[in-house]
T-cell receptor, first 114, second 112 residues
Framework: DVKVTQSSRYLVKRTGEKVFLECVQD?????MFWYRQDPGLGLRLIYF???????EKGDIPEGYSVSREKKERFSLILESASTNQTSMYLC?????????????FGEGSWLTVV | GDSVTQMEGPVTLSEEAFLTINCTYT??????LFWYVQYPGEGLQLLLK?????DKGSNKGFEATYRKETTSFHLEKGSVQVSDSAVYFC???????????FGAGTRLAVHP
């Protein structure tokens, strides 16, 4: 079975802290994604990576950065957390080369910034 | 740009009622279309998908047909159960790197 694992399910951080959200997939997928989910807004793409050390900005990259040093791991970094980054963060991955191939999601990380 | 529009929720139904959740899209080219479901406290799971016009995706009693002429992908189920209570997201794959673009989600609550 496909597995996307987000290491932290629930985090509480203080304003100004540096926050790392880790995601690991076991399917050897090239593409990985970070979304944030907010009520009424659905899922919005923060960053995606189409291969190791490659990254592209999504729709809302401000205040975030990412790291992909190994194929299986994609990290989301909040350089200086702010209260408006309180949200649910979802990591996802997919293989390339197949039309309509499925994107697989992790269980999500609930981040509260106080 | 490409986008997905879903009917607003919440949708509240009695068990065994018929369900329709409307979804329309705007996209260049020929996107693939998806429905994802999110149960309370969990991530998103693929429910069904369709990759070309007139394709019908189906799973767990849910169905959706890719209608290019109306740019729609409405989700239907003939008889809902309490266990179907969840948030449903319509989505399309767009762009060279196949980014997934989501609708805002529709919350479904099914009562006994």
């Amino acid at each position: 079975d496909v597995k996307v694992t987000q290491s932290s399910r629930y985090l509480v951080k203080r304003t100004g802290e540096k926050v790392f959200l880790e995601c690991v997939q076991d399917m050897d997928h090239e593409n990985m994604f970070w979304y944030r989910q907010d009520p009424g807004l659905g899922l919005r793409l923060i960053y995606f990576s189409y291969d190791v050390k490659m990254k592209e900005k999504g729709d809302i990259p401000e205040g975030y950065s990412v790291s992909r040093e190994k194929k299986e791991r994609f990290s989301l970094i909040l350089e200086s957390a702010s209260t408006n980054q309180t949200s649910m963060y979802l990591c996802a991955s997919r293989e390339t080369g197949v039309v309509g191939n499925t994107i697989y999601f992790g269980e999500g990380s609930w981040l509260t910034v106080v | 740009g490409d986008s997905v529009t879903q009917m607003e929720g919440p949708v509240t139904l009695s068990e065994e009622a018929f369900l329709t959740i409307n979804c329309t899209y705007t996209a260049t080219g020929y996107p693939s279309l998806f429905w994802y479901v999110q149960y309370p406290g969990e991530g998103l799971q693929l429910l069904l998908k369709a990759t070309k016009a007139d394709d019908k995706g189906s799973n767990k009693g849910f169905e959706a047909t890719y209608r290019k002429e109306t740019t729609s992908f409405h989700l239907e189920k003939g008889s809902v159960q309490v266990s179907d209570s969840a948030v449903y997201f319509c989505a399309l794959v767009s762009g060279g790197y196949n980014k997934l673009i989501f609708g805002a989600g529709t919350r479904l609550a099914v009562h006994p």
